[in-house]
Structure formats: C-alpha cells, structure tokens
C-alpha cells in the first residue's frame, strides 16, 4: 500500500539516522512540518534526520506547477526547523554541480529536548 510522506507514520521501530532527499519539495508547508515531528518519534536517542535538498538562491519560493513541487530558500528550511523543533547541527552546501541547477544543501537535524 502507498501513501503520501504527510500520512507516514513510525509505528516502534526507532532509527539512528532518517534520510530525506529531494522528496519534501512535495510537501505543504503545515505537511512538511507534521512530518519531521513525525520523524523525531522515529529517532533513537541522539538520533539524526539528514536533509538534502534544493535551496533557491534568492528568498523566495519558486513553485513548479509540472511536478507540484516547492524549493525552499534557506530561511524558510531554518523557519521550517524550528517549528518542528528541530536544531540543526551541522550543515553544508555540495560543491561541483552543474551551472544552471540549483545550490543543493544538506542538513543534520537532532530533536530539540524540552528536558535537556
């Protein structure tokens, strides 16, 4: 059975790392939100969600209307982070794409603890 990211849910398998790459452009923004709360509840403890996607160069969001997708500048995939309280811990752009394609980043994302 299919279903979209923003109904995914972890039932009790727990990871040490989560991988989304060039996926979440698919999802609304409230979606996206959901579910990187979601993943959280699917971490080990110290556990990581990894994030690569495309970052648009200027602070807008450029919409593709041929694949419903967004890319996201980097202030909204902060914004995005700590709504889903989530800190970014370490982040990096790749080098030695193409001209012409858009700056991809990678991020490293640990749940912020209210305990901690």
């Avoid at 889903?84 to 640990?110: D, T, W």
Wanted: with cysteine.
């Amino acid at each position: 059975m299919f279903q979209g990211l923003q109904n995914f849910c972890f039932v009790t398998k727990k990871y040490d790392v989560i991988w989304c790459q060039w996926v979440l452009g698919h999802l609304k923004h409230d979606d996206l939100i959901e579910f990187l709360k979601k993943c959280s509840t699917g971490l080990k403890s110290n556990g990581v969600i990894v994030i690569k996607e495309n970052v648009t160069s200027s602070e807008n969001l450029e919409i593709d209307t041929q694949d419903s997708s967004v890319t996201r500048p980097l202030s909204e995939f902060y914004r995005i982070f700590q709504e889903s309280n989530l800190i970014c811990i370490k982040e990096q752009q790749q080098h030695k794409f193409p001209r012409g394609l858009y700056p991809v980043y990678m991020f490293a994302l640990r749940f912020i603890d209210d305990k901690l």
